[in-house]
Antibody, heavy 118, light 110 residues
Framework: QVQLQESGPGLVKPSGTLSLTCAVS?????????WIWVRQPPGKGLEWIGE???????NYNPSLKSRVTISVDKSKNQMSLKLTSVTAADTAVYYC???????????WGQGTMVTVSS | QSVLTQPPSASGTPGQRVTISCSGS????????ANWYQQFPGTAPKLLIY???QRPSGVPDRFSVSKSGTSASLAISGLQSEDEADYYC???????????FGGGTKLTVL
């Protein structure tokens, strides 16, 4: 059974860079077509950040594209998210997930809360 | 502001049938199937229904969906207290070239 686990700093300073990792266990990151990042601000809805194909091809939400980089490390069986120039509006729970058809994501990590504050 | 529009809240009594709507446009629900997620406080969303009433293993058939034009609905029959959660709709969107979500509906079982 594939499992996902997000990790990274829970506090980032304004104008800094948010860096998170999503470790894949119970399977290979190369076995699925795409992997995604989604975030959820406190008390609000879900927002797609972007996705990456195991070959490294990426697709980002246009609203975040200038600040986002998603990458894959096959040797570590994980993917990473970097979001630059963060503000308080980037405070959210960040999830990685596995899509298997369009907007159907069947496996999610438990999520990691990131707060942007000085 | 979410791309898909859901009512912020819904409620029902045990045993009742409740529906939650999700309104989109021709670039998302009008063209693709809506998927639904259930989320309990402090936990990750869980896929509830996908691809025309397909349910992952373990999801009871009390949950069903329908679609008309650019809108979709989630129906929960035989409402149970354990159904009290937040529900989100999602669909692929051609304009975004990515998935879009509704703002979520908080379901209260009275």
């Amino acid at each position: 059974q594939v499992q996902l686990q997000e990790s990274g700093p829970g506090l980032v300073k304004p104008s800094g860079t948010l860096s998170l990792t999503c470790a894949v266990s119970g399977g290979s990151i190369s076995s699925n077509n795409w992997w995604i990042w989604v975030r959820q601000p406190p008390g609000k809805g879900l927002e797609w950040i972007g996705e990456i194909y195991h070959s490294g091809t990426t697709n980002y939400n246009p609203s975040l594209k200038s600040r986002v980089t998603i990458s894959v490390d096959k040797s570590k069986n994980q993917m990473s998210l970097k979001l630059t120039s963060v503000t308080a509006a980037d405070t959210a729970v960040y999830y990685c997930a596995r899509p298997f058809a369009g907007a159907a994501f069947d496996i999610w990590g438990q999520g990691t809360m990131v707060t942007v504050s000085s | 502001q979410s791309v898909l529009t859901q009512p912020p809240s819904a409620s029902g009594t045990p045993g009742q049938r409740v529906t939650i709507s999700c309104s989109g446009s021709s670039s998302n629900i009008g063209k693709y199937t809506a998927n639904w997620y259930q989320q309990f406080p402090g936990t990750a969303p869980k896929l509830l229904i996908y691809s025309n009433n397909q349910r992952p293993s373990g999801v009871p058939d009390r949950f069903s969906v329908s679609k008309s034009g650019t809108s979709a609905s989630l129906a929960i029959s035989g409402l149970q207290s354990e159904d009290e959660a937040d529900y989100y709709c999602a669909a692929w969107d051609d304009s975004l070239n990515g998935p879009v979500f509704g703002g979520g509906t908080k379901l209260t079982v009275l």
